[in-house]
């Protein structure tokens, strides 16, 4: 049959522009298909099992397979620890039961001893005037009186049973949560971590209670015990999943270093305490003393938690599209999705943004696990720049949605900021070790020595460089006194300027010109970290 065409000209054009944008559309449509194919091969998803009936790569498996590797009943921590924090710890979005049974615990009751957060504890109607509402952080600086603060002296009373689980809980080596309890998320930015602020309000607890127990009877050795066990804590939480865990590890870490730098530096230890405790921290050989766990590094965070994270996510567009993906992250990422009509013509290639993705991340975990800090510092900062002109300095945002390589710019978190927190972590660790150590020469000497020199090898086995620059902790004698510092994470000697806020999670984002420091005598104890709060992109839930 011979098809006619308007003798029009006018309808004539038109049926060709329809005709092409007809053409275009199968093309595109074509090109979207095509695009949401990915190969199972190593350069794309990375590995090639588990698999979820036989169809994508099951991640969520993969990363509890990894993270679970000798991890037995006995050896977790987690077990004794949801025990203390209760139901209120477990995943909601989990069948009830699911995660104590594969964790082979039995049940968790539905009341019990379990730890009560500090804003939530009912307020004694006959106290009298009441307390600041959830204000620890005086508590956790200096020693204090149960009379100063009775109710919070009884809220710590009130959790002596879940805080002595704790405790034996950080006792044991490992960590280990699980994901899947019976509910399998969809992606793996689904999963809840709902065991952080309350293991977190715990750890100040306890360092809380340690500053109750010097200043209401000397209770040194009691003390001790409860900051060991939150040091631990922190630890523990190091070798979590997620880079939020050890996050929050490494907050945990520095406030309880934060805790023995403002003792030693009050002059509230006597020479043969300062030198104990100078030497669970990695006081000088020979000293006897219980050694802390060393905090973990984030290197494994990011090949294994923080790629699995991208590659699944990635897989979940390819298999649900483009408006499925942009709906699933635009509230954890604060990103908006695009109008339907769009999203599902975009011909995303998700095998290629998986390629591109591994790419990088095999260059910032090679970065990230580079042993000198000060080298891996330099790396990390290179390559998030070259990051961000990759993903967000050339061309149209038309052009990185062909591409396939805007979803680099929404998933990366700020590595810079996370080894800021290790770092500072682990400056916290070294300062409070050197100002023990130098409380304990002025018991012996009556005097601070002139130099840190001075404290090597009766007091310290060496004395430990800043981690921030791998060169001298900068240590000024004062009449009073002695002002001590790291430079920090912006890398520059501020004069001692400490940060203003105790809290190495909820600093503000302007709080970076600082330094960490520990000053005695007739100054106020001003020790704080010096990190910048978490990226704003990093998925809220994981």
């Known amino acids: 049959m011979r098809v006619r065409l308007p003798k029009r000209r006018r309808w004539r054009i038109l049926i060709y522009i329809v005709s092409l944008v007809l053409i275009l559309l199968a093309i595109d449509m074509i090109l979207v298909q095509m695009g949401?194919?990915?190969?199972?091969?190593?350069?794309?998803?990375?590995?090639?099992?588990?698999?979820?009936?036989?169809?994508?790569?099951?991640?969520?498996?993969?990363?509890?397979?990894?993270?679970?590797?000798?991890?037995?009943?006995?050896?977790?921590?987690?077990?004794?620890?949801?025990?203390?924090?209760?139901?209120?710890?477990?995943?909601?979005?989990?069948?009830?039961?699911?995660?104590?049974?594969?964790?082979?615990?039995?049940?968790?009751?539905?009341?019990?001893?379990?730890?009560?957060?500090?804003?939530?504890?009912?307020?004694?109607?006959?106290?009298?005037?009441?307390?600041?509402?959830?204000?620890?952080?005086?508590?956790?600086?200096?020693?204090?009186?149960?009379?100063?603060?009775?109710?919070?002296?009884?809220?710590?009373?009130?959790?002596?049973?879940?805080?002595?689980?704790?405790?034996?809980?950080?006792?044991?080596?490992?960590?280990?949560?699980?994901?899947?309890?019976?509910?399998?998320?969809?992606?793996?930015?689904?999963?809840?971590?709902?065991?952080?602020?309350?293991?977190?309000?715990?750890?100040?607890?306890?360092?809380?209670?340690?500053?109750?127990?010097?200043?209401?009877?000397?209770?040194?050795?009691?003390?001790?015990?409860?900051?060991?066990?939150?040091?631990?804590?922190?630890?523990?939480?190091?070798?979590?999943?997620?880079l939020i865990d050890r996050l929050v590890g490494y907050s945990i870490d520095s406030q309880v270093s934060h805790a023995e730098q403002s003792l030693a530096a009050g002059g509230k230890l006597n020479a043969a305490q300062a030198r104990q405790w100078a030497a669970a921290l990695g006081g000088a050989q020979g000293q006897g003393g219980a050694q802390l766990p060393p905090l973990d590094g984030f290197a494994d965070g990011i090949d294994i938690s923080e790629r699995y994270l991208y590659l699944d996510v990635m897989q979940f567009g390819a298999r649900r599209g483009l408006t499925k993906f942009m709906e699933l992250i635009s509230q954890p990422l604060k990103t908006s999705a695009p109008p339907r009509a769009i999203s599902h013509l975009a011909p995303v290639r998700w095998g290629h943004a998986m390629e591109v993705g591994n790419v990088w991340y095999d260059r910032l975990t090679a970065a990230a696990s580079k042993p000198d800090r000060v080298e891996r510092r330099a790396a990390l900062s290179g390559m998030m720049r070259e990051l961000d002109n990759y993903t967000r300095g050339e061309g149209t945002s038309a052009r990185m949605l062909i591409s396939s390589e805007w979803p680099l710019a929404l998933f990366f978190p700020s590595l810079e900021k996370v080894a800021d927190r290790e770092d500072a972590a682990v400056a916290n660790r070294v300062l409070a070790r050197v100002a023990l150590a130098l409380a304990a020469h002025k018991g012996e000497h009556g005097v601070y020595p002139a130099t840190l020199d001075a404290l090597a090898p009766a007091y310290l086995a060496a004395v430990p460089n800043d981690p921030f620059t791998n060169k001298f902790l900068i240590y000024r004698p004062t009449q009073a006194g002695y002002l001590l510092y790291s430079v920090g994470a912006d890398l520059k000697d501020n004069g001692g300027k400490a940060a203003t806020a105790a809290n190495v999670i909820d600093l503000p984002a302007d709080a970076q010109q600082v330094d960490i420091v520990v000053a005695a005598g007739d100054a106020a104890i001003t020790t704080q970290p010096a990190t910048a709060p978490a990226p704003a992109t990093h998925p809220a839930k994981f």
């Open 36 to 242: 949401r194919h990915i190969s199972v091969r190593y350069e794309t998803t990375r590995i090639t099992e588990p698999r979820i009936s036989e169809g994508p790569i099951d991640y969520l498996a993969a990363m509890e397979n990894h993270f679970s590797q000798g991890v037995t009943h006995e050896n977790n921590m987690v077990v004794p620890l949801l025990e203390a924090l209760g139901p209120a710890a477990l995943a909601s979005n989990q069948p009830k039961n699911g995660i104590t049974s594969r964790l082979g615990m039995p049940p968790l009751p539905e009341t019990g001893d379990y730890f009560q957060h500090h804003d939530k504890f009912p307020e004694d109607p006959n106290a009298g005037e009441q307390e600041p509402a959830n204000d620890l952080a005086p508590l956790l600086e200096r020693p204090w009186k149960a009379s100063e603060r009775p109710q919070t002296a009884a809220w710590l009373k009130a959790n002596e049973k879940p805080l002595a689980r704790i405790v034996e809980a950080s006792k044991r080596p490992r960590f280990y949560y699980p994901f899947n309890a019976g509910y399998r998320p969809e992606t793996a930015m689904e999963v809840q971590l709902p065991y952080l602020v309350p293991s977190r309000q715990a750890a100040r607890a306890l360092i809380a209670r340690a500053m109750l127990r010097i200043g209401e009877n000397g209770d040194f050795s009691g003390a001790r015990e409860d900051l060991a066990a939150a040091h631990r804590l922190g630890a523990l939480f190091t070798q979590g999943a997620t």
